[in-house]
């Protein structure tokens, strides 16, 4: 059973373009809400994350807005660049990311120049 | 300050072979976790430590995985004997402290990437 779903698998977007990925999950006790951004043959890093106490999260180009009330998340990449091409990772877990982390199915991105 | 440190990079094997992946995770880290990453999926937890003892195996397939964490310092993996079904990323995580306060951050390793045949 899939704890957090995420979509769409892949994406293109033009330099400059907003690159959006949507999650969703169906855990009411999931507290914690990160995004890894993994790049081939690396293991993942975190991008940014949010507590669902605020409704969005901003750092830089990227964004996490957060619905509590649909159990749906999304992360934003605003004026996207050849760098940030690279697959992203929506994850949720209990304790604030003490518990186990569940990790989406990932989306690739593909930034063209 | 060093990062998670994994090896072997790379592993083929026959199935019904064994392995052993290592893993020594960022100084300090009391936590540690593996975790299997099947092409194309996201990373799926197999084990969490916290010091030397196990917090969470419960999707360790443990009629063939094993893992250890003797000292509260680096760890090992094993799989015996591998099926196919067994090639994946095996990717190694620690998580640490800000003072008392739990900061959430996972920092991974490169991962060793097992292909059986």
């Known amino acids: 059973q899939q704890q957090v779903k995420q979509s769409p698998q892949s994406l293109i977007v033009q330099k400059g373009g907003i690159s959006i990925i949507n999650c969703a999950y169906e855990n009411t006790a999931f507290d914690y809400f990160p995004w890894y951004q993994q790049f081939p043959g690396k293991g993942p890093a975190l991008l940014i994350a949010i507590r669902p106490d605020v409704s969005e999260k901003k750092e830089g180009r990227f964004t996490i807005s957060f619905n509590k009330s649909a159990k749906q998340f999304s992360l934003h990449i605003m004026d996207s660049q050849p760098g940030d091409s690279a697959t992203y990772f929506c994850a949720a877990s209990r304790r604030a990311g003490a518990n186990n982390l569940f990790f989406g199915t990932g989306t690739r991105l593909t930034v063209i120049p | 300050e060093a990062g998670v440190a994994q090896s072997p990079r790379y592993k083929i094997i026959e199935k019904r072979q064994s392995v052993a992946f290592w893993c020594n995770p960022i100084s300090g880290h009391a936590t540690l976790y593996w975790y299997q990453q099947i092409l194309g999926q996201g990373p799926k937890l197999l084990i969490q430590?916290?010091?030397?003892?196990?917090?969470?195996d419960s999707q360790l397939p443990k009629d063939r995985f094993s893992a250890e964490r003797l000292k509260g310092v680096d760890s090992t993996l094993k799989i015996q004997p591998a099926k196919l079904e067994d090639s994946a990323v095996y990717l190694c995580?620690?998580?640490?402290?800000?003072?008392?306060?739990?900061?959430?951050?996972?920092?991974f390793g490169e991962g060793s990437r097992l292909t059986v045949l």
């Open positions: 995580a620690s998580r640490g402290y800000k003072g008392q306060r739990n900061t959430g951050e996972l920092f």
């Open positions: 430590f916290q010091n030397n003892g196990v917090v969470d």
